[in-house]
């Protein structure tokens, strides 16, 4: 059974950093993209980064370029986002999703196959 499962969020000053997992099982991430995505209370779900496994080219939303980095370990199957410079605004569930071969950037998460089931990050002093 393929399933994505994320993990590494919490609770962190301003200025922060957390790393976030995706850990696939079931499939192999080899001829996917990998995608984060995020929902704050009250707002539409946002693509914040996307990795494409077979050339391991790399997406960003603006708000997060500079400050967030996608990478993927395909020995272990997991895929990272290392947030660096957190701020108050990226509190929102984190979540990643994967899609055969690749979709469009900025994402649409209609196109995503699997998803996991998020991961809490609160920014907050």
């Known amino acids: 059974q393929e399933k994505l499962v994320e993990s590494g969020g919490g609770l962190v000053q301003p200025g922060g950093s957390l790393r976030l997992s995706c850990a696939a099982s079931?499939?192999?991430?080899?001829?996917?993209?990998i995608g984060w995505f995020r929902q704050a209370p009250g707002k539409g779900r946002e693509g914040v980064s996307c990795i494409v496994t077979t050339d391991n080219s790399t997406y960003y939303a603006d708000s997060v370029k500079g400050r967030f980095t996608i990478s993927m370990d395909t020995g272990k199957n997991i895929v990272y986002l290392q947030m660096n410079n957190l701020k108050p605004e990226d509190t929102a569930v984190y979540y990643c999703?994967?899609?055969?071969?690749?979709?469009?950037?900025?994402?649409?998460?209609?196109?995503?196959?699997?998803w996991g089931q998020g991961t809490q990050v609160t920014v907050s002093s």
């Open positions: 079931g499939f192999s991430l080899d001829h996917y993209s």
């Open positions: 999703a994967a899609v055969r071969d690749f979709a469009r950037w900025p994402p649409d998460g209609k196109d995503y196959e699997y």
